[in-house]
T-cell receptor
Framework: ELKVEQNPLFLSMQEGKNYTIYCNYS?????LYWYRQDPGKSLESLFV?????AVKQEGRLMASLDTKARLSTLHITAAVHDLSATYFC????????????FGTGTRLQVFP | KAGVTQTPRYLIKTRGQQVTLSCSPI?????VSWYQQTPGQGLQFLFE???????NKGNFPGRFSGRQFSNSRSEMNVSTLELGDSALYLC?????????????FGEGSRLTVL
């Protein structure tokens, strides 16, 4: 059974600092997703990582994938308050399926 | 380009009733999947449909059902509602083929069961 673990669950960080969210999964996967969710809102797609070594960056966020270690990271550079949200990673196994197994989420708070 | 549209956005039901939620995917997307989000269980996969066929199903009781129409719109139904069914129900759509797909989520339908 595919399981996805994220850590930390909660992250309070000061503006301007860097930090990394970790996503571990238990079996091989074919796609790894990162989503952002604001309170009371839906999931906003951030990144889709498809292959080992994949790295994607958007603004202050950078995601990477190591399929051998079954690990993805979401790195936050020089955090700003607008990044405060809950971040989820999710894993899909197999082609032609949208069945995602989600991690528990990391609630990020950025303070001045 | 319109996103994934879910209706209704909010609804309140009582135990024992049933509810139907609707999802219109992004134009051209043929796959629709449904997820339940609760504070206790997090985000859980319910089922997915592609070309009117259920392609996968999560570990939910038979009270949860769904279908997809020829225009790719999907509905999910929950019968004999229980308090624990209170949740945010999210619908997502994608092209549904291959291994490249981004999955786009709608705003969700927030169900409260009293």
């Amino acid at each position: 059974e595919l399981k996805v673990e994220q850590n930390p669950l909660f992250l309070s960080m000061q503006e301007g600092k860097n930090y990394t969210i970790y996503c571990n999964y238990s079996t091989t996967s074919d796609r790894l997703y990162w989503y952002r969710q604001d309170p009371g809102k839906s999931l906003e797609s951030l990144f889709v990582l498809l292959s080992n070594g994949a790295v994607k960056q958007e603004g202050r966020l950078m995601a990477s994938l190591d399929t051998k270690a079954r690990l993805s990271t979401l790195h936050i550079t020089a955090a700003v308050h607008d990044l405060s949200a809950t971040y989820f990673c999710a894993v899909a196994r197999g082609y032609n399926t949208d069945k995602l197994i989600f991690g528990t989420g990391t609630r990020l708070q950025v303070f001045p | 380009k319109a996103g994934v549209t879910q209706t209704p956005r909010y609804l309140i039901k009582t135990r024992g009733q049933q509810v139907t939620l609707s999802c219109s995917p992004i134009s051209g997307h043929r796959s629709v999947s449904w997820y339940q989000q609760t504070p206790g269980q997090g985000l859980q996969f319910l089922f997915e449909y592609f070309s009117e066929t259920q392609r996968n199903k999560g570990n939910f009781p038979g009270r949860f059902s769904g279908r997809q129409f020829s225009n790719s719109r999907s509905e999910m139904n929950v019968s004999t509602l229980e308090l624990g069914d209170s949740a945010l129900y999210l619908c997502a759509s994608s092209h549904g083929t291959g291994n490249t797909g981004e999955l786009f989520f709608g705003e969700g339908s927030r169900l409260t069961v009293l």
